[in-house]
């Protein structure tokens, strides 16, 4: 990664003045294993709040009529997997994200949903597990 520094001199108000070298890559704030998320009767009411809200939403009801057309006579996805949604426990976009992956589950009766990130933690994983989601335990990607 670079970045410039901008010095206010030429007509349109920028001028270049130098490129800074590369930066050191930070550590996250948080290992994995460290991060635990909030106990997972309140990670469940979070999600179902969240999947009523998605349910409700334009968007949702475009994209199951979507998904209608896409499977035709079919009816259903063999399989739906999600790799990457981030920590369900803390972040609202991945709660929503995932909330979303439940409402298209719902919708479309995939034989089964898998999901992967390596960041979840424990807590989440169970959450994940009991709403009817398999994990997928390592990157099949590497």
Known sequence: AFGFI???EDEDGFQLVRR???RVPHPPPWKPQEYSGPE???LRAR???ARKVMEGSDFYLELVDVLRKALGSQGV???VVCYGIGHIGSSHQ???QFALLLAV???CKP???WVFDPALCEEELVVIQELGCSIIAKNEVQ
């Open 6 to 8: 901008f010095s206010a």
């Open 20 to 22: 800074r070298g590369g």
């Open 40 to 42: 997972t009767s309140v």
């Open 47 to 49: 999600l179902n709040s």
């Open 77 to 79: 996805f063999r399989e």
């Open 94 to 96: 991945a709660q929503h």
């Open 105 to 107: 589950r719902e919708h």
């Open 111 to 113: 034989l089964c949903t």
